[in-house]
């Protein structure tokens, strides 16, 4: 299904992004700009993934899908702004606010978080409780993203939510936004958050900056991309979608 | 009402934001430090007041009325910005990105901005709606700004984006929190515009830096005012406490 879960995807994401023609023009190009296309789209796969194995269909997801995809994208413009990691190339091509200022950057940022929530909002089902999780996320990601910067060196701390936050929403929001019972959401729940630190230590060994040696990040991600798996028994819906990403983004080379 | 209300709006604030015991401590520090106490409330207090207007009680509102100011707070927290308006004080203290450092402050913002749509999601009826107008306003808010800062000299779409539509929002939030009507959300909705207009030109005077002579800006703030007052004729509720404001908003000396 992944194709055609992707095809979704971009779709969607044209769909709500503002309008070239809109105005301000330059705030339109940038946020576009900023969530690209032909990204590989985890989160969104994670959500649309959630919905199909919490006994929905994907199309139930399209916009949470959309939601923390934009969020996740409004988090790197901002982490690459002078300020904090001071990047200029991102995806092979230079950063926002490279290309656009820094203040269009910071703003650009902003209103794609505000359109993360607007869309999230848009789901037909539980919209109350998918906006709730995705904010959770919204602070989360912060935090850890805070926590990292500072330097405290609490890696559980940073992993859980600079990284695995974002996945645990998205398979949240998947899940409530199929109808999926409380014991579903809450598998897919724990299935994401194992994903998302499995997720963290491949990009360890990938970076060759793990904060352990290589042979326990390697345990480390193994061990939870197993638990991120385990999850997922006992769910009504078709996993397949889920584990074939699990199993792919273990041993995923870039 | 007003002392009532503000209590409430003070309240509310204080539950929603992240414990100074909660992790990482500088992030919740620099959120509560950005929220600040014992400010004016006007985008909540409008919250306040359209949902008695509209028929409902104030207590409706609450949640509702904490998130239009935390959305408010995170956009004066990056508006200080160094690479925006490099504003050094506000509100007589240093803002936050001198106090807390650029990093901390452009993170802080991103909370406060996630944490009002969680906020928001909380209110008992009509969630999803109150969330989209508030996105709706957080996507608003950030096109007044670009267009600010591109000097299209466009005054009549920056003052309606960068100013009214967070008084918009608070309207029309405060009116679907009590659950009013169509009807109702509509008139409160024109009340705001207006307000946040008037409101506008009040602060060029105030600054004495209007695009137009003092004399064409007194007419047009008076000339809101009255629209907006006018607007709350019809409505089933007390607008008195809208009226009140209103009228003192026109007279304000800071």
Redesign the interface.
């Known amino acids: 299904m992944e194709q055609k879960a992707l095809e979704l995807i971009e779709h969607t994401l044209d769909e709500v992004l503002?309008r070239l023609s809109s105005?301000?023009a330059?705030?339109a190009e940038a946020m576009r700009y900023a969530v690209g296309s032909g990204g590989k789209r985890i989160r969104p796969l994670i959500c649309l993934g959630a919905a199909v194995a919490a006994g929905g269909r994907m199309e139930d997801a399209a916009y949470p899908a959309a939601a923390i995809e934009l969020l996740h994208n409004?988090?790197l413009v901002?982490d690459d702004?002078p300020?904090?990691d001071n990047d200029v190339e991102r995806r092979g091509r230079p950063t926002v606010w490279k290309k656009f200022?820094?203040?269009?950057a910071?703003?650009?940022?902003?209103?794609l978080?505000?359109?993360a929530?607007?869309?999230?909002?848009?789901s037909p089902r539980n919209?109350?409780?998918i906006?709730?999780a995705?904010?959770?996320?919204?602070?989360g990601v912060?935090?850890g993203?805070?926590?990292d910067?500072?330097k405290?060196g609490d890696v559980d701390?940073i992993y859980t939510h600079k990284t695995a936050d974002l996945f645990v929403a998205a398979a949240e929001m998947g899940a409530l936004a199929a109808g999926g019972d409380e014991v579903s959401v809450s598998a897919l729940s724990s299935f994401a958050l194992n994903l998302g630190l499995a997720f963290q230590y491949q990009d360890d060994l990938l970076d060759g900056d793990s904060p352990y040696d290589r042979s326990k990040t390697e345990t480390l991600a193994k061990n939870a991309t197993d638990a991120a798996i385990a999850a997922l028994s006992g769910l009504s819906g078709d996993t397949k979608p889920l584990k074939v990403l699990a199993t792919r983004l273990l041993g995923r080379k870039i």
């Open positions: 503002p105005r301000p330059v705030l409004y988090t901002h702004l300020s904090m200022g820094e203040a269009n910071i703003l650009a940022g902003d209103a978080e505000a359109l929530f607007g869309v999230a909002a848009r919209s109350g409780r906006v709730s995705l904010a959770r996320a919204g602070v912060v935090a993203q805070v926590e910067i500072e405290t701390f």
